[in-house]
Every structure is written in structure tokens, then in C-alpha cells.
């Protein structure tokens, strides 16, 4: 089991963290959203809850929380520019589709 970063989200987040030392790492999970079922998340972690899966990579700490995990799992992180644009880009596995927005995705069948 692992979420990962590329090195250039990896850059990214540690210059998030560094403006902002009370913070524990990177939260990622999801939340029910959109037209497909879930959403990625992703924030500043402020605290570890009892049931986190915590993943490091080169300093940076990845909280994930236990339900969020299976649909998670394998997601590399990424952080793309385009144009005036700056986003994080989540390559998930467990993605089955996308809806046509690209706000939420679905995990199978139905």
C-alpha cells in the first residue's frame, strides 16, 4: 500500500509545509462529490487521527484516513501548470471513470 508524489509535487508540498511549520504533512483521501461518486482531497494535515495509514517520502508525511485508503491506494500525486493554471493531478488506479467535468470519479461497475 502507498500514495505517492513526483518530485515535483513533492517540491511543491515541502514549500507548502515550510510556510506553514504547525502543519504535520499532507492529508489526501476523498469525499462523496460530483456526478461519478467521489472527489479527491488533498490539505494540509494538522493532525493524525487513530486510524490514518501515514506514508513518507523524503521528509514529507501523506496522512490517509482508513476509509478513504482503499480508493486511494497506488494514487501517485503530481502537480501540473498550464497556463496561468497550477493543480495537483491525481493518477489513481482504483479510478474505474471520470465524469465529463473531471470533479469526481467512480471506482466500478455501476
Known amino acids: 500500500m502507498a500514495v505517492t508524489l513526483t518530485p515535483v509535487a513533492l517540491d511543491r508540498v515541502q514549500r507548502f509545509l515550510q510556510h506553514d511549520p504547525a502543519a504535520l504533512g499532507l492529508r489526501f483521501g476523498v469525499t462523496r462529490t460530483g456526478c461519478s461518486g467521489w472527489g479527491h482531497v488533498a490539505d494540509l494535515a494538522r493532525d493524525r487521527r487513530e486510524d490514518d495509514a501515514v506514508f513518507e517520502q523524503d521528509g514529507v508525511r501523506i496522512f490517509v484516513d482508513a476509509q478513504s485508503l482503499p480508493l486511494v ?3 501517485e500525486i503530481d502537480f501540473a ?3 496561468l493554471s497550477e493543480t495537483f493531478v491525481f493518477n489513481n488506479p482504483n479510478a474505474a471513470a471520470e ?10 461497475p455501476g
Open 81 to 83: 501548470r498550464q497556463g
Open 99 to 108: 465524469c465529463g467535468c473531471g470533479e469526481s470519479f467512480t471506482t466500478g
Open 73 to 75: 491506494d497506488g494514487t
